[in-house]
């Protein structure tokens, strides 16, 4: 007990947690199943990517959370994103440099290099890698100007939606007989039918609808499009390096002798500072210059998923009108349901009359009418026109109440 307790707990606090484990375990330590060192790590085991070049080349390779920041110049908040672990919506993040992109069942780190796409068992990320390969096959002998990193994340949008399309046009064609079936002939199954294909379509549109509002945010920002300019970034970054290394070359000594003295204290903040300047100084530049490339690759395909978008409303609409045509039907049945009733209880209360007089006639009295031949059927023919008027009397009111048709 000692031995388990000793690497964790403070010698001072010894009898306190033995206290306590006598109180939850009867005598045996709570924490004893715990393996801390897996549950340390958790989260930190290598992953499967697939590396895709600019050459197009492509490889496998198994890298940890660790590794994954250092190569790409991520927080761990931003990896997070990717984990197929955790639910998280549909994002396009723009970061210094690199992209990260979930759209779907695409995860992918995009940089100005390399696409290190999350390796899975799904079609999609098969179908990434050999568009993608295709088009950069496709592209060698081409003079396109468009940088990597877009064509990566071009591909990735085209993916997302043509599934999205394929799924909501699978819908349309199974849903639309359906519906159609629904509505001439109501019954439990058919309704069943109805109310799953209706949560499949609000599930649908939920996706779509994410994949539309982070198409739509980064239109609007173009602040968030200018970090995508990866590959400007990368130049400019390279030109800024180079003429720093020749001015210092050509003074002869290091460019910070120029300036006023700096504190060796503040030599530690001063990379940062240096980037941060560079990167305000990209991001201004690029705002004014090319932003409205990557404006008409994301508006291309926000025409697309909002047209899908509008597929799905569509079903939607047509569901609802079914609805409101099958709660027609069904209050008009009803309607004549108690339509009918009517009439039976106006019929039965009629032959209640008939009932009362042979009550009358049933009684063990003596009445001079009984010795009467003809006085049975008189009584009888009596009896019906009086039941007959009061019939049609309450049919009249009936009529003039607008109750029945």
């Known amino acids: 007990m000692a031995g388990l307790r000793d690497p964790f707990i403070p010698p001072s606090y010894s009898v306190r947690s033995k206290s306590v484990n006598q109180l939850f375990g009867g005598g045996r330590p709570v924490l004893s199943g715990l393996d801390f060192s897996v549950v340390k790590k958790r989260g930190q085991g290598s992953r499967s990517w697939i590396r895709i070049d600019v050459d197009g080349q492509s490889e496998v390779l198994e890298l940890d959370k660790a590794s994954l920041m250092r190569r790409c110049n991520l927080p761990a908040r931003d990896l997070r994103l990717l984990d197929p ?74 993916l997302a939606c043509a599934l999205l399309d394929a799924q909501v046009t699978e819908l349309e064609i199974e849903i639309y007989p359906v519906l159609d079936e629904l509505a001439s002939s109501i019954s439990t199954l058919n309704l ?41 970034k990368k130049e400019r970054n390279k030109a800024y390096a180079s003429s720093e290394l020749y001015i210092s070359n050509f003074a002869g000594f290091p460019r910070a002798s120029m300036s006023a003295p700096v504190s060796p204290l503040s030599h530690s903040g ?48 047509y569901i609802d009108d079914t609805e409101i045509f099958i709660n027609i039907k069904l209050d008009n049945i009803r309607n004549q349901l108690i339509q009918f009733e009517l009439l039976l209880t106006t019929g039965t209360f009629v032959v209640t009359i008939f009932a009362a007089v042979a009550g009358v006639f049933g009684m063990n009295i003596v009445i001079s009418l009984f010795h009467y031949a003809p006085a049975f059927v008189w009584v009888m023919i009596i009896t019906a026109i009086f039941g007959g008027l009061i019939f049609i009397s309450f049919l009249w009111y009936y009529k003039h109440k607008k109750l029945i048709p």
């Open 85 to 158: 672990l955790f639910v998280y919506p549909t994002t396009i993040l723009g970061r210094e440099k690199a992209i990260i992109v979930n759209l779907e069942q695409i995860r992918c780190i995009i940089t100005a290099d390399e696409v290190l796409l999350m390796n899975s068992l799904d079609s999609c990320v098969r179908q990434y890698e050999l568009e993608l390969l295709r088009r950069l096959d496709m592209n060698k002998n081409l003079s396109d100007d468009l940088p990597f990193e877009f064509r990566a994340l071009e591909v990735a949008l085209e």
């Open 192 to 232: 069943e039918r109805v109310r799953r294909m209706k949560s499949h379509i609000l599930a649908l549109t939920r996706r779509v609808q994410k994949v539309r509002d982070e198409i739509e945010h980064l239109m609007d920002d173009d602040g968030d499009m200018a970090e995508m300019y990866l590959t400007e």
């Open 270 to 317: 001063s990379g940062k500072i240096e980037k941060a300047l560079s990167s305000a100084m990209s991001r201004s530049r690029i705002d004014g210059e090319h932003v409205e490339e990557l404006e008409m690759l994301l508006e291309a395909y926000f025409v697309v998923i909002d047209g899908t978008l509008n597929k799905l409303l569509s079903l939607k609409e």
